[in-house]
């Protein structure tokens, strides 16, 4: 059975940094693309950042130069690392492996993330 377990989620003052990971299982995860995306609350799910089974990468124009995505695949683990973080980027924060020539697509549970003083 397919997993994405994140981690790394939790509670930072503005300024601060935090590195998410979300670990794969069951998949061939180098041929994925993976993302993260996030959802607020009220708010629509939105693509945080992405990186290719090639390893190339993009961001959300909110996050660039803040945000850093990558990936490690003989731990079939990618990474977000957050800093600079600001309020507006408090949500719950979900992993995605995407490979459309396998039409498969899944989604981790999401971890959460606060950013408050």
């Known amino acids: 059975q397919v997993q994405l377990v994140e981690s790394g989620g939790g509670l930072v003052q503005p300024g601060g940094s935090l590195r998410l990971s979300c670990a794969a299982s069951?998949?061939?995860?180098?041929?994925?693309?993976m993302g993260w995306y996030r959802q607020a609350p009220g708010k629509e799910r939105e693509l945080v950042a992405k990186i290719t089974s090639g390893g190339s990468t993009n961001y959300a124009d909110s996050v660039k130069g803040r945000f850093t995505i990558t990936r490690d695949n003989p731990k079939n683990t990618v990474y977000l690392q957050m800093n600079s973080l600001k309020p507006e980027d408090a949500a719950v924060y979900y992993c995605?492996?995407?490979?459309?020539?396998?039409?498969?697509?899944?989604w981790g549970k999401g971890i959460l993330v606060t950013v408050s003083s």
């Open positions: 995605n492996a995407n490979q459309w020539k396998l039409n498969s697509n899944y």
């Open positions: 069951a998949i061939l995860f180098s041929f994925y693309d």
